[in-house]
T-cell receptor
Framework: SQQGEEDPQALSIQEGENATMNCSYK?????LQWYRQNSGRGLVHLIL?????REKHSGRLRVTLDTSKKSSSLLITASRAADTASYFC?????????????FGEGTQLTVNP | GAVVSQHPSWVICKSGTSVKIECRSL??????MFWYRQFPKQSLMLMAT?????????EQGVEKDKFLINHASLTLSTLTVTSAHPEDSSFYIC????????????FGPGTRLTVT
C-alpha cells in the first residue's frame, strides 16, 4: 500500500505565485524524493533530500524534511505556466532493501497564465 | 546523464493476447530495474523488482504468472503482460537503479497499454 500521502490533491494558482505541496509518510526513511510528471509522460526527478537533511534548494524549488513529523514540503517559487504538472513525493524506506520507492498520491498543480 | 528508454511508447492489443514491453538503460548498467503501473489520475504502484540474472521479486497482489519479467542483461528488462484483459490497460513505467554517490532511480518515459 502507498505510504505517502500528499496534500492538497489539487492546487490551482496564478503565474508568479508560490506553490506549496506537502507529503507525509509512515516509516523511517533513507531519503525522500520529489518528482514531476506531465500528463501522460514519464517522471522527472526534481530533488532528493536525505534523512539527515532538513532543507534543500534547487533553483526555484525548496524542499524541507521533518523526520520527527514524518513530513516533507515542496515549495515552487515564482511559478510559471510550464510548472503545471503532477508532483509526487517518493520515499526510500529504511526497512526495505534495494532502494525501492513508495510514491505518494500526488498533487496536481495548475498554474494559470 | 543517465537515460532509460521504453519500447513501445504505446500499444493497443486485443483481449487474450500478450504484450511485451522493453526497458533499457542506455548509458549505464543496471543490475536492478523496477516496474510500476499507473492508472489514470493515480500514483505509481510498484509491481516488481527485476534483478539481472535472477528471478524478479513481485509486490503483494501482483500475479507473477501474468506479468512475466525477464532481466537478461545489465541494460535490458522486459515485462510481458500475458493474456491481457481490458483491466490491464494502464501506463507502465520502468526505472533503472544506478549507483552514483547513492543509488538513484532513473525512470523511463512509460508505455501506454490499451487492451480492447
Amino acid at each position: 500500500s502507498q505510504q505517502g500521502e500528499e496534500d492538497p490533491q489539487a492546487l490551482s494558482i496564478q503565474e508568479g505565485e508560490n506553490a506549496t505541496m506537502n507529503c507525509s509518510y509512515k516509516t523511517s526513511i533513507n531519503n525522500l524524493q520529489w518528482y514531476r510528471q506531465n500528463s501522460g509522460r514519464g517522471l522527472v526527478h526534481l530533488i532528493l533530500i536525505r534523512s539527515n537533511e532538513r532543507e534543500k534548494h534547487s533553483g526555484r524549488l525548496r524542499v524541507t524534511l521533518d523526520t520527527s513529523k514524518k513530513s516533507s514540503s515542496l515549495l515552487i517559487t515564482a511559478s510559471r505556466a510550464a510548472d503545471t504538472a503532477s508532483y509526487f513525493c517518493a520515499t526510500d524506506a529504511r526497512e526495505t532493501s534495494g532502494s525501492r520507492l513508495t510514491f505518494g498520491e500526488g498533487t496536481q498543480l495548475t498554474v494559470n497564465p | 546523464g543517465a537515460v532509460v528508454s521504453q519500447h513501445p511508447s504505446w500499444v493497443i492489443c486485443k483481449s487474450g493476447t500478450s504484450v511485451k514491453i522493453e526497458c533499457r538503460s542506455l548509458d549505464f548498467q543496471a543490475t536492478t530495474m523496477f516496474w510500476y503501473r499507473q492508472f489514470p489520475k493515480q500514483s505509481l504502484m510498484l509491481m516488481a523488482t527485476s534483478n539481472e540474472g535472477s528471478k524478479a521479486t513481485y509486490e503483494q497482489g501482483v500475479e507473477k504468472d501474468k506479468f512475466l519479467i525477464n532481466h537478461a542483461s545489465l541494460t535490458l528488462s522486459t515485462l510481458t503482460v500475458t493474456s491481457a484483459h481490458p483491466e490491464d490497460s494502464s501506463f507502465y513505467i520502468c526505472s533503472a537503479l544506478r549507483l552514483a554517490v547513492i543509488y538513484e532511480q532513473y525512470f523511463g518515459p512509460g508505455t501506454r497499454l490499451t487492451v480492447t
